[in-house]
């Protein structure tokens, strides 16, 4: 769990091409400069923890390119003490940065294997979500709803029912809409029956799938 000088650097790095790139909130990059990115992807690719890329980790998912964490994690405009869901725990990378704005984390990971690893992890790295389940990202948490906050880290080809009645009025769902590439699509609550929509371009995620494994 070395986090050492040269890794330090290297994240400052990092956090300067995110701001130059367009990331603007100093919160959310002050997480990025203060999370050990490199402890979340596999030693063999240490070298590349701090490069503004994906790549890949267990069960075929990826841990997201930097920039689109700060993007997603900006677009929430997460507060201290948010309630919020994040479907598609992956390496646990987006669910620390929000831990550490001091959000309530409630997380749900459809890969077993991943989901017991990035339990694990997270815990040895002193980051506690809420609560961590394996499930059905499409149903979101019924009980643990209203949130905050959502936040999808996997692009769907729709927008799931279940998530828009489990966000809070005022609440922001954050979301990859589409097969390949994924529009970035903002939802905000704004009347129990009403949603604001914004889009935000394209990204590109790996899909999210339905049921578990």
Do not use: W
Request: charged content about 25%; some cysteine.
């Amino acid at each position: 769990m070395e986090d050492s000088y040269r890794q330090q650097g290297k994240r400052k790095l990092l956090v300067e091409l995110i701001r130059e790139k367009g990331i603007k909130d100093e919160k959310v990059l002050n997480a990025i400069n203060s999370i050990p990115r490199h402890l979340f992807m596999d030693s063999s690719f240490e070298d590349h923890a701090y490069q503004d890329k994906a790549f890949p980790i267990a069960a075929g998912q990826t841990i997201s390119q930097p920039y689109t964490v700060a993007f997603q994690t900006e677009l929430l405009q997460v507060k201290p003490g948010d309630l919020i869901l994040e479907v598609g725990t992956g390496s646990g990378y987006q669910a620390a940065v929000l831990c550490e704005l001091g959000a309530k984390v409630y997380t749900i990971e459809r890969q077993h294997k991943l989901y017991k690893k990035t339990k694990n992890f997270l815990e040895q790295l002193g980051y506690r979500p809420k609560f961590m389940s394996f499930g059905d990202g499409y149903k979101g948490l019924p009980d643990y709803a209203p949130f905050d906050k959502i936040i999808v880290t996997a692009g769907a080809p729709f927008i799931p029912k279940p998530l828009l009645s489990q966000l809070k009025v005022g609440g922001r769902l954050v979301i990859p809409v589409g097969e390949d590439p994924q529009i970035m699509t903002l939802l905000t609550r704004t009347t129990p029956t009403k949603f604001q929509k914004e889009t935000f371009g394209e990204f590109r995620f790996v899909p999210l799938l339905e049921d578990k494994n």
